[in-house]
């Protein structure tokens, strides 16, 4: 008995050192396969199209080329971006571009608050869930302008002057019909008890040349769609739509920075506005897709370039992603439904 112990323990050591040589590779294995799928964690393998839908020069098209500049320049990525417009029917043209590639990860498209206007006013079909939501990048504030050589000289001037006047005596332009501008154009007829002659152009860069050519009275452009302008002289800004003053102190003008630039309800005019600035990817994304596109975002907007961007467009720096950018977006589709059948806009 003991014999047969004996030469079973003395063959067991062999067994056990391979079996633990085995454990050990196999442990080593795991390991080397784990790095190389963290390695291997999914990239772009080909240009990235990056949709905007809305028109060439204003702040979504503005703010799409810049993304695609720094990500070349400081090699965030190594495929290329592609900017594309696709302004169609208020940006319906690129939201279903972007809804009916489901599956691809090549393409992302930014947003403003058309992704909740358009389907609200046209009944197009389309909905933000329709889409895989990735992160929202800014707020992007609205301010009132003037020509320089307008006699409104403060909000108070013109909200006084508009009430003063005739109905449709005052030509405001905008970008879209029942979209951002029209939906504040019509807040401002309604504190001012007047209605305006509202003038639609498919982009804020094309609002605010009709505006320097003294072709309308006044606009709502974003502050990057009219920075130019603002820093030439010959436009005035009246106020910001916001409850608090921008946080820019660098002057733009000989006279005022961002910061000097009073709110609209300081002087008297009690509205608020501000426009999404967020990113989304196809329907059908996967979670490693959406976590490569959040990552190469908080690349870029740690970026010095991404907040020289910030202060020249005085964009409110808000940012989120996940359930948080989610629950945000429910929130504000319900608050533009109130807006939009407020001013009449919603589709029947």
């Known amino acids: 008995m003991s014999a ?3 030469v ?5 050591k062999p067994c056990r050192r391979t079996a633990v040589l085995g454990l050990r590779r196999l442990a080593v294995g795991v390991a080397l396969a784990a790095a190389s799928l963290a390695a291997a964690a999914w990239t772009p393998s080909k240009p990235v199209e990056f949709i905007v839908p809305a028109g060439t020069g204003g702040g979504a098209d503005q703010m799409a080329r810049f993304i695609q500049g720094v990500v070349a320049k400081n090699k965030l990525m190594d495929q290329p971006i592609v900017v594309i417009n696709r302004s169609g029917g208020a940006g319906a043209e690129g939201f279903l571009d972007v809804k009916n590639d489901k599956g691809n990860p090549h393409k992302i498209v930014i947003t403003l608050s058309n992704l909740f206007t358009t389907p609200l006013a046209t009944g197009v079909p389309f909905n933000w869930r329709d889409l895989t939501p990735v992160s929202m990048l800014a707020l992007d504030q609205f301010v009132l302008w003037v020509n ?3 006699p409104h000289k403060t909000a108070k001037d013109y909200m006084a002057a508009l009430k003063a006047g005739n109905d449709r005596s005052v030509r405001m332009a905008g970008t879209g019909s029942r979209q951002e501008d029209h939906i504040i154009t019509v807040m401002l007829e309604k504190t001012a008890g007047k209605k305006m002659i509202y003038v639609p152009f498919r982009g804020g860069g094309d609002v605010a040349t009709q505006l320097v ?4 009275d006044s606009t709502v452009n974003n502050p990057i769609e009219a920075e130019s302008h603002w820093r030439a002289g010959t436009l005035r800004a009246l106020c910001v739509m916001d409850s608090k003053p921008m946080p820019y102190k660098t002057k733009v003008t000989a006279a005022q920075a961002w910061a000097d630039v009073q709110t609209c309800k300081s002087a008297g005019v009690d509205i608020e506005y501000q426009m999404l600035r967020g990113i989304f990817t196809t329907p059908g994304a996967t979670p490693e897709q959406v976590k490569f596109y959040v990552g190469l975002f908080d690349k870029v907007r740690a970026l010095p370039e991404w907040k020289e961007f910030m202060e020249k467009g005085a964009f409110n720096q808000t940012s989120m992603s996940g359930q948080a950018f989610f629950d945000w977006l429910g929130k504000n589709e319900q608050a533009h439904r109130v ?5 009449g806009f919603l589709a029947p």
């Open 148 to 150: 320089t050589d307008s």
């Open 4 to 6: 047969a112990v004996g």
């Open 8 to 12: 079973q323990g003395t063959g067991s």
């Open 213 to 216: 050519g003294k072709h309308v």
């Open 339 to 343: 807006l939009m059948r407020e001013a």
